[in-house]
């Protein structure tokens, strides 16, 4: 089946404990990104890539990471994450560009 | 700057009845456009897409519709139906396969029954 996988779901943090969000696409896409979902603010991008070793910013970028050193993996890194980093967070990929991105399912993040 | 507005943070109709959600854009160089489905719990799901170069795409119960002059465009759902409830983003991109999809803040769908 194709499709985005995240892990983990849900995750409970304390402030300053680095995290990683991983994200992995089985559908052979050039391009995968990270998004963030805040209410009142819709969907932000924090990070894309559009081929393995390329990554830019998106427009939400401080305080994130994010690596790709294998087409069908794109890990989100937090490395000391902060209160205001709770959020709900989608990684998506593509074909090409950023057109018909296919979305995984949500990663649910609270940072105490 | 807000470049993808959906102004509507919610609309309610009934079942059967047409449902329309607006999306306004101010970047004149987007040039393709979508509308993403979301249901609580799960990402959000493609929809429907239409290029500059067209007016209106259909697909089954869904039409989009652009108007470039007025940087606007609308999401038709006849007949609209209890499950369709949802929340719908409208994104934009740029020129020729552009890097970044720009959405904006949804605009949750209820049909009653």
């Known amino acids: 089946e194709a499709q985005v996988t995240q892990n983990p779901r849900y995750l409970i943090t304390v402030t300053g404990k680095k995290l990683t969000v991983t994200c992995s696409q089985n559908?052979?896409?050039?391009?995968m990104s990270w998004y963030r979902q805040d209410p009142g603010l819709g969907l932000r991008q924090i990070y894309y890539s559009m081929n393995v070793e390329v990554t830019d910013k998106g427009d939400v970028p401080e305080g994130y990471k994010v690596s790709r050193k294998e087409k069908r993996n794109f890990p989100l890194i937090l490395e000391s994450p902060s209160p205001n980093q709770t959020s709900l967070y989608f990684c998506?990929?593509?074909?090409?560009?950023?057109?018909?991105?296919?979305f995984g399912p949500g990663t649910r993040l609270l940072v105490l | 700057d807000q470049q993808v507005k959906q102004n509507s943070p919610s609309l309610s109709v009934q079942e059967g009845r047409i449902s329309i959600l607006n999306c306004d854009y101010t970047n004149s160089m987007f040039d393709y456009f979508l509308w993403y489905k979301k249901y609580p719990a799960e990402g959000p799901t493609f929809l429907i897409s239409?290029?500059?170069?067209?007016d209106k795409n259909e697909d089954g119960r869904f039409t989009v519709f652009l108007n470039k002059s007025a940087k606007h465009l609308s999401l038709h759902i006849v007949p609209s139906q209890p499950g369709d409830s949802a929340v719908y983003f409208c994104a934009a991109s740029g020129r020729g396969g552009s890097e970044k999809l720009v959405f904006g803040k949804g605009t949750k769908l209820t049909v009653n029954p």
């Open positions: 239409i290029s500059s170069i067209k």
């Open positions: 559908m052979n896409h050039e391009y």
């Open positions: 998506a990929s593509s074909f090409w560009g950023a057109e018909t991105q296919y």
